[in-house]
């Protein structure tokens, strides 16, 4: 079993930088962060495998959002700099008993969840 605690999101105005935390309680393969909108589906990300530090973006966020990985403390972050208004979502991290390069940010490849983070983006 792997624990996963999320914390770091909050309200931010639109073109300012936010950092969410995920802290687990044992090492996993691969952690990534999926976001949900009201209404939408759970969307891919980012994630990275904590070995190596391959990491994958979904296109919405490539050149705004960077993941990293602290292995001593077995903590995920999620660097999310020029925040839109559609940024805006509860995001939640996931971590895989298993280095995952296909299908990275597919929700489905995940077998654990964090309870989720609010992130709003808002003027």
């Known amino acids: 079993q792997v624990q996963l605690v999320e914390s770091g999101g909050g309200v931010v105005q639109p073109g300012g930088s936010l950092t969410l935390s995920c802290a687990a309680s044992?090492?996993?393969?691969?952690m990534a962060w999926f976001r949900q909108a009201p209404g939408g589906e759970r969307e891919g990300v980012a994630s990275?495998?904590?070995?190596?530090?391959?990491?994958t973006y979904g296109d919405s966020v490539k050149g705004r959002f960077t993941i990293s990985h602290d292995n001593a403390k077995n903590t995920v972050y999620l660097q999310m700099n020029n925040l839109k208004s559609e940024d805006t979502a509860m995001y939640y991290c996931?971590?895989?008993?298993?280095?995952?390069?296909?299908?990275?940010?597919?929700?489905?490849?995940?077998?654990?969840w964090g309870q989720g983070t609010q992130v709003t983006v808002s003027s």
């Open positions: 990275i495998i904590t070995g190596g530090f391959t990491t």
């Open positions: 044992r090492v996993a393969s691969t």
């Open positions: 996931a971590a895989a008993n298993w280095n995952l390069f296909i299908r990275p940010l597919s929700a489905g490849e995940y077998n654990y």
